[in-house]
């Protein structure tokens, strides 16, 4: 008997692993989250950690521009980290320049209830639009 594990049975496995990437910056007046990568029921746990480490923040800014899909359940993570967010008296706003994202916030209702821009700047500009 041997230890070594057959190499024809691990070729490809590192592939199937989906990956996510979430940096996290601190500027003067919000915190930008930049999750890279597909933000799924494979994914979404990371995410959601991500947004609720960061549900204490005045200002939270999420870049979805390095995100080529998400699914309900990628949907559903932001929405939750919105609600932690607000719950702390923060606000959150989205930068989105990915048409099929862009398209699926908007059909879904949920630019209606953050702002969801184009590019960071212009969503950096939209962050406490609302409160006062």
Do not use: W
């Amino acid at each position: 008997m041997t230890d070594k594990q057959d190499p024809a049975a691990t070729v490809g496995r590192a592939e199937e692993v989906p990956v996510l990437e979430i940096s996290v910056e601190r500027h003067d007046d919000y915190v930008l989250c930049r999750p890279a990568g597909e933000l799924d029921a494979y994914t979404v746990a990371q995410f959601r950690e991500a947004l609720t480490e960061l549900a204490d923040e005045s200002y939270v800014l999420v870049d979805l521009s390095d995100v080529p899909f998400m699914d309900s359940a990628g949907l559903g993570a932001l929405i939750g980290g919105i609600r932690r967010a607000r719950e702390n008296d923060g606000d959150v706003a989205v930068a989105c320049n990915r048409p099929a994202l862009t398209r699926l916030l908007h059909t879904t209702g949920f630019d209606r209830i953050v702002p969801v821009r184009e590019t960071v700047e212009e969503a950096v500009l939209a962050l406490g639009e609302d409160a006062g």
